[in-house]
């Protein structure tokens, strides 16, 4: 069973930037996607990023041209890049993979961003 653990979450100002980090515990040979989702409190999780297993990105409107989505397989780890964060960005976000087989998520990484 693969475990994700994600990282690089913390307190950061309004406009400034973070990367969060997802980390598999073993290689993933294939997937189909991989995902940052987030959860603000009292509101649904929600999509913010995916990339599938050709590279093609998806974005959550909120998000678009201020995320990036990208995996580094040598690491096993996909990475969200944020810039130009927003007070309303604030949340746990949490890393997801489709195995194919089966899905995995991470325990989340709170990010806060303060105004």
């Known amino acids: 069973q693969v475990q994700l653990v994600e990282s690089g979450g913390g307190l950061v100002q309004a406009g400034g930037s973070l990367r969060l980090s997802c980390a598999a515990s073993r290689k993933i040979v294939s997937f189909k996607a991989m995902a940052w989702y987030r959860q603000a409190p009292g509101q649904r999780r929600e999509l913010v990023a995916d990339i599938s297993t050709g590279g093609s990105t998806n974005y959550a409107g909120s998000v678009k041209g201020r995320f990036t989505i990208s995996t580094e397989s040598a690491k096993n780890t996909v990475y969200l890049q944020m810039n130009s964060l927003h007070v309303e960005d604030t949340a746990i976000y949490y890393c997801?993979?489709?195995?194919?087989?089966?899905?995995?998520w991470g325990r989340g990484t709170q990010v806060t961003v303060s105004s």
């Open positions: 997801y993979a489709d195995l194919w087989s089966q899905t995995v």
